[in-house]
């Protein structure tokens, strides 16, 4: 069961380059995210999607683009890189099932932009 | 939107004794409020969380109480171990709203 994993893990970009981080879940969860974490900030969001084809901006959109043209996936695009998207990047997920409310979070991509 | 603020940004104990975090939010249609604990280098995890109907929910040695007049919720960890030093985020979302919105984090450190 591999559940929800990230690719790369690690990426170290030019400014300027265009940069996509994938996101891939099994579970077949409505809800995905995508979060960003810098020291003193803790996560903040960027977008969310509550179902493929469905997505919305969070509270720091700009320079990122998503798409989810299936369930399982999520990926997220920086068209031109700089260096203030350095940081660590989280997808997570979350079902509607159960209702909980819980999200369950990837393993991280350290994305460095120089 | 909603705002969540989280203190203190660092808290050191001996183990044994007990740890208190607390959040403030600012939304009053915030009604889910969950804690997750971030150990150095991996991903967040839920540990424990409340919802607005719900004053104090225990599991074990952690806790979380609400005061929903006040908008804020605490999270108690008693009897620590060095294994709950980690970075704990507080977060808040309201009906109809999956997206979290997370507090700055706390990291604990617990000296043995």
């Known amino acids: 069961d591999a559940g929800i994993t990230q690719s790369p893990r690690y990426k170290i970009t030019e400014t300027g380059r265009q940069v996509t981080l994938m996101c891939h879940q099994t579970?077949?969860?409505?809800?995905m995210f995508w979060y960003r974490q810098d020291l003193g900030h803790g996560l903040r969001l960027i977008y969310y999607?509550?179902?493929?084809?469905?997505?919305d901006k969070g509270e720091v959109p700009d320079g990122y683009v998503v798409s989810r043209s299936k369930t399982e996936n999520f990926p997220l695009t920086l068209e031109s890189a700089t260096r203030s998207q350095t940081s660590v990047y989280f997808c997570?997920?979350?079902?509607?099932?159960?209702?909980?409310?819980?999200?369950?979070f990837g393993e991280g991509s350290r994305l460095t932009v120089l | 939107g909603e705002n969540v603020e989280q203190h203190p940004s660092t808290l050191s104990v001996q183990e044994g004794d007990s740890a208190v975090i607390k959040c403030t939010y600012s939304?009053?249609?915030?009604?889910?409020f969950p804690w997750y604990k971030q150990e150095l280098g991996k991903r967040p995890q839920l540990i424990i969380d409340?919802?607005?109907?719900?004053g104090e929910k225990k599991d074990q040695r952690i806790a979380v109480t609400l005061n929903k007049t006040a908008k804020h919720f605490s999270l108690h960890i008693t009897e620590t171990q060095p294994e709950d030093s980690a970075v704990y985020f507080c977060?808040?979302?309201?009906?109809?709203?999956?997206?979290?919105?997370f507090g700055s984090g706390t990291r604990l450190q617990v000296q043995p």
């Open positions: 409340i919802r607005s109907n719900v």
């Open positions: 939304d009053s249609a915030s009604n889910y």
């Open positions: 977060a808040a979302s309201k009906a109809g709203r999956r997206a979290l919105t």
């Open positions: 999607s509550a179902a493929a084809d469905i997505t």
């Open positions: 997570a997920s979350s079902g509607t099932v159960s209702n909980t409310g819980e999200l369950f």
């Open positions: 579970w077949s969860h409505s809800y």
